[in-house]
């Protein structure tokens, strides 16, 4: 697949496939077009046949997603057979638990409003039981096949309690169990919160890029002719209107003329 530069990025996410890995979960922010799903693709291309990539849309607007649904969504991906603690925790779960709809976050504070007949400790219990049988179920999978990573793309965009899941549960437990890697992706930087549970975190943020040559690399892969007598002056104007986001530099070059055959 296509890609400009992020050398460095793709080098980190190469880190987390290796034993052992020296972070455990890595924030990839940026803007909308920045690229951040752009290398989940890369990643699930390259590591797609010795990890098994499940990727997680935790945004998807025609989902309500809720943490959950976020955990059987995974386990579906993975296959049940190591997670019958979780299907069963998943069983006792009172009706008007299932969404943990009175979890609420703003910035780096959560609150909590309990709905008649749901008290905080229940709803708080509900998430870590599952959390954890959920847990238990990746570390038997883990060792009897090929490392699991666990993309969780457009954390910014999900809903509230879903990110309130990530920061109390789901990110620490998979930090001190070792079993898996997150990746996460959100538009924002990595907040202290999440930072301070997930422990070895890496934080990538995409900034564009801005070098002339591998977008002429990249305009010859796509066959693209550069316009004008000067194409890298032609390039240089493009990566500056842009600022070198990879979604809209792609689109440009896309609607080039192709290169004469020769």
Request: glycine share 8%.
């Amino acid at each position: 697949m296509h890609i400009a530069n992020y050398h460095d990025e793709r080098a980190m996410l190469d880190r987390i496939i290796g034993e052992p890995a020296p972070e455990r979960t890595i924030f990839l922010s940026g803007r909308s077009d920045c690229g951040k799903t752009w290398l989940l693709d890369w990643f699930e291309q390259q590591y797609g046949g010795v990890a098994r990539v499940v990727r997680i849309n935790l945004s998807d607007p025609d989902v309500e997603m809720n943490p959950a649904l976020a955990m059987s969504m995974c386990v579906g991906k993975l296959g049940w057979d190591h997670f019958g603690d979780f299907s069963a925790a998943l069983a006792r779960r009172p009706a008007n638990q299932a969404k943990i709809e009175n979890i609420r976050s703003q910035g780096d504070n959560v609150t909590f409003i309990a709905s008649a007949g749901v008290t905080l400790a229940d709803q708080l219990t509900t998430a870590l039981e599952l959390t954890a049988a959920f847990v238990k179920g990746l570390a038997a999978a883990a060792e009897e096949s090929s490392p699991i990573v666990i993309c969780l793309d457009g954390y910014c965009c999900a809903p509230a309690p879903t990110r309130a899941w990530l920061e109390m549960g789901l990110v620490g437990d998979v930090a001190r169990a070792t079993c898996a890697r997150l990746i996460i992706t959100g538009r924002e930087p990595a907040g202290q919160k999440l930072c301070n549970v997930a422990g070895a975190l890496a934080a990538i943020e995409l900034r564009g890029v801005d070098d002339v040559n591998e977008w002429a690399r990249v305009a010859n892969e796509l066959g693209r002719a550069l316009p004008g007598h000067d194409g890298a002056a032609a390039l240089q104007v493009a990566i500056s209107v842009t600022e070198g986001v990879p979604g809209q530099m792609m689109r440009w070059l896309q609607r080039l003329s192709p290169q004469a055959q020769a």
